[in-house]
T-cell receptor, first 113, second 111 residues
Framework: DAGVIQSPRHEVTEMGQEVTLRCKPI?????LFWYRQTMMRGLELLIY????????DSGMPEDRFSAKMPNASFSTLKIQPSEPRDSAVYFC???????????FGSGTRLTVV | QKEVEQNSGPLSVPEGAIASLNCTYS??????FFWYRQYSGKSPELIMS????GDKEDGRFTAQLNKASQYVSLLIRDSQPSDSATYLC???????????FGGGTRVLVKP
């Protein structure tokens, strides 16, 4: 079991640029979650999918953020245009039917300068 | 007010002692509760889950749940320096399967 795989591990970009974060959930897991973690706000749920369908995107900060899950093994989180306040660690997590907790990926540390 | 509240710490405990971490939640429909451990620069790792009132033990860890008081706790017995980390409490509501996390409690175990 390779776990939840996220890429890239680190991303440094200039303000205004488009950023795309990628996630491959654990095979057989049908729920996928995107979280953002900062010192000030802790872990915040951005959006989650069940069976590739977005269920709750109320945590997405604004229209600059979008997420897709075109199939059961891949999801993206896109920020366009990026701003310095988007700097954070973005985690992807997956679970089977949302039960028994989640397994987190290693995260993407995003720095927008 | 956050839905899941934890004392941010740091909670400093001597090696071999018991570390006691507390968590309260505001949503009464929450059904399932989880404790995650997060080392600095790493991702959260699930260490305990608890679904019914009472105690649940797993090795050196004991989770306690009191739904009437909306209170969850984690005890770490025989604390080791390797237990030094941030511990995140999470609640899962009945309405959906998303987890809401507390801010975490930083634990420092001193040799």
């Amino acid at each position: 079991d390779a776990g939840v795989i996220q890429s890239p591990r680190h991303e440094v970009t200039e303000m205004g640029q488009e950023v795309t974060l990628r996630c491959k959930p654990i095979s057989g897991h049908n729920s996928l979650f995107w979280y953002r973690q900062t010192m000030m706000r802790g872990l915040e749920l951005l959006i989650y999918f069940n069976n590739n369908v977005p269920i709750d995107d109320s945590g997405m900060p604004e229209d600059r953020f979008s997420a897709k899950m075109p199939n059961a093994s891949f999801s993206t989180l896109k920020i366009q245009p990026s701003e310095p306040r988007d700097s954070a660690v973005y985690f992807c997590a997956s679970s089977r039917d949302g039960t028994y907790g989640y397994t987190f990926g290693s995260g993407t540390r995003l720095t927008v300068v | 007010q956050k839905e899941v509240e934890q004392n941010s710490g740091p909670l400093s405990v001597p090696e071999g002692a018991i570390a006691s971490l507390n968590c309260t939640y505001s949503d009464r429909v929450s059904q399932s509760f989880f404790w995650y451990r997060q080392y600095s620069g790493k991702s959260p790792e699930l260490i305990m889950s608890i679904y019914s009132n009472g105690d649940k033990e797993d090795g050196r860890f004991t989770a306690q749940l009191n739904k009437a008081s909306q209170y969850v706790s984690l005890l770490i017995r025989d604390s080791q320096p390797s237990d030094s980390a941030t511990y995140l409490c999470a609640a899962q509501g009945a309405a959906g399967n998303k987890l809401t996390f507390g801010g975490g409690t930083r634990v420092l175990v001193k040799p």
